[in-house]
């Protein structure tokens, strides 16, 4: 807005602040009685429905579109049924400009479902196709690869999905290789992007597994999953697909059709891999596990091998060997101390023999002024003169000596 001056010139312009514009439009959308009793039909798209339970959508007419806002007590108050994308809807409220985020939008005050909208419509109409085929038959479906060393993901190179997934990736899984073939994930020419993308990850064969996915958004951002030449495309793979497009709550046919369907980007890439920190949990207690199995086997063994040697010493000849020498050495001492006893006894009775033959010794008689007469021929002692012949030598002996002596008569 700008003033001019008598001569036509462009003078200094006069500004007006967001607020205030904001308040003016406000205030004009307000003034138009019209537009604060309306009713409006179009398709649902891009329905939430919060935990407050107020519920934010957009309504769709071929180019068209207006943001609408349904709060909890409007809900309430007129019964309305839950809103999902793709229903076909008349709502009745007012339009007013939400100065805080610069939009406008309507305010709707009763909704009157009228059916399913043309993209719903499509949708189920393909996906009844697509099931009487049999694509989305639980038989035909794969397992995922235990542990994939080449992954596959079909997705725009600018997605933050693809970010995410990659840090999935990365963070679980830093084993696995990623091979990229970049897709338009929206609008007009996404759908054969996409089934080209795929066809061409086949083609590579390196890949063990392909996520196909993007972002949330809309029903009409996330379109190109729903289209034919993507649904046959993951069905014609061979190789195993997992589908993680939008968010939870979203559904394409592209999740049907493929082998595995994760509810986020970040979810597909997540069962696309195993986790190495759990294999490093499940590593470490199976390293203490076989250790402490080890263990109690050694203990069990050394006690097996005590229990053995102790069966062994006990039949072992050695053990025989050593009591043998025990009871030798036993023996030894008893047969020492019944020696030494029956020699201290032989000494007792050869010391009071040799009293008994001193007392009788003829050495005594000797001292005692007698001799001892004996035949020299065989030593025998003469006590009679019987005993001797004429000329038969004798020996005297004496106390001091022996005489030797000839038989005269």
Known sequence: ????????????????SVSALSLYLKELLEANDILQNIWIH????????YPSGHCYFTLKEGEAQIMCVFFKHARLRTSAPTLRDGMALAVNGRISFYERDGKLQCYVDAVLPLGEGALFQRFEQLKHQLAAEGLFAEERKRPLPAQPEVIGIVTSLQAAALRDMLRVLRNRYPLVRVILSPALVQGADAPASIAAALDLLNEHGEADVIIVGRGGGSIEELWAFNEES???????????????VGHETDFTIADFVADHRASTPTAAATAAVPDIAEWREDLLYR??????LIQAYIVNASEQVEDAVQDLRRVSPLSMIAQRRQQLDEYTDRMQVSMQHTLSLQTERLRSLALQLH????LL???RGYAVVRRDSDQAVVSSVQQVSPGEALTVQVQDGDILVNVRS
């Open 1 to 16: 807005m700008y003033s001019l001056d008598s001569q036509g010139t462009q003078g200094t312009p006069t500004a007006i």
């Open 42 to 49: 179009g398709e649902v798209s891009n329905c939430k429905t």
């Open 230 to 244: 993507v649904a046959r495309a993951i069905a014609r793979s061979r190789i195993p697909v997992i589908s993680g």
């Open 287 to 292: 390293q203490q596990l076989l250790t402490d």
């Open 359 to 362: 007392s009788l010794s003829p």
């Open 365 to 367: 008689t000797i001292a």
